[in-house]
């Protein structure tokens, strides 16, 4: 399978290094199997003479467009974390040709996966209007603003749909790899998971910090408060609106904007967070904690949990 990474300017360093060095591990545990599946050629590739990291470090490429058409071609983050020194880079000349170049990849059949930061540069070439997709989370009301044809979830860590795959934040460069390696092969995807002890991580939801997000619109901030003052008197959409000045209708398109889900969805989120906050910091029983975040009993909180978070109040507790 012949795969190309894409290094821009600025590059993430630990996301370009993290794809190399799972596809590099990959080829090493191949010759391990009894049937090998092949091995992962890597080219990194470029649309500037010279590309130096995040941190610094120059960066080989290869021109994009001068080899054939790979099977995949990759895009890590680049270096920019928020919104403000993000916004600028967007505007380079080279991420400007980069995406020409995408779309010329796209229209040759090439999959493109891209992960973190690297989807607001998959997500400025059109491509993944109308197309279910996710990003880093902290960057979701951005992403959300700037590309509202795409059909964002930033709650899942991958997004494999047909032609584009997406990942979530920073080592979600190591999923949407580890997603590639498995197509080729379950099993290498498997041993190369455990040699490079890679944990399963479906939802990127569960290490969101919520006010992170709400402080980024301040009604938003504002129902925030509003919501964890009432988390064990349960949700009111109208007294919420009515507290805060406004109508249902604004508040929950504000929220929806903001957030990506409604405000009950919300309200149901901040509940979970401070369960599990609870959980790690008490020695309340379930149905104690239940009680303070709003639910009847231990059993609906249980369920909860496991439904949301995938995992249950003994593994919560044992991970404090």
Not at 75 to 80: D, N, S, V
Not at 133 to 139: E, G, N, V
Not at 168 to 177: P, S
Request: net charge neutral.
């Amino acid at each position: 399978m012949n795969i190309s990474v894409l290094a821009l300017d600025g590059v993430f360093d630990t996301g370009l290094a993290t794809m190399l060095d799972v596809f590099g591990t990959a080829n090493e545990l191949a010759g391990m199997m009894a049937t090998s599946p092949g091995r992962f050629v890597t080219t990194v590739v470029g649309v500037s003479d010279t590309v130096y990291t995040g941190q610094g470090l120059q960066v080989p490429v290869v021109s994009m467009g001068t080899e054939p058409p790979p099977d995949w071609l990759m895009i890590p983050a680049i270096g920019q974390k928020m919104p403000d020194p993000l916004a600028e880079a967007l505007k380079r000349s080279d991420i400007a040709r980069a995406t020409r170049a995408l779309r010329a990849a796209a229209d040759t059949g090439t999959r493109i996966g891209a992960a973190c930061i690297g989807t607001f540069i998959l997500a400025e070439t059109g491509l993944l209007d109308r197309r279910p997709s996710t990003t880093t989370w902290w960057l979701a009301p951005m992403f959300r603003q700037l590309y509202p044809q795409v059909r964002l979830d930033a709650s899942r860590m991958l997004i494999n749909d047909g032609q584009f795959a997406t990942a979530g934040a920073a080592l979600g460069h190591i999923d949407l790899a580890l997603m590639v390696i498995r197509q080729a092969s379950p099993e290498l995807a498997a041993l190369t998971a455990k040699y490079l002890i890679v944990d399963s991580r479906p939802l990127q939801s569960v290490y969101a910090i919520s006010d992170h997000l709400s402080h980024s619109n301040p009604l938003v901030e504002r129902f925030e408060r509003w919501a964890r003052g009432h988390l064990a008197a349960g949700f009111d959409l109208n007294e919420a609106a009515s507290v805060l000045g406004v109508s249902k209708r604004t508040l929950s398109r504000r929220v929806n904007d903001v957030l990506g889900k409604t405000p009950l969805s919300y309200f149901q989120d901040l509940r979970v967070e401070q369960a599990v906050h609870l959980l790690k910091s008490t020695s309340d029983s379930v149905d104690e904690i239940a009680a303070k975040v709003g639910y009847g009993d231990g059993v609906t909180l249980r369920n909860l949990l496991r439904r949301r978070l995938h995992r249950g109040v003994r593994e919560i507790r044992a991970a404090n």
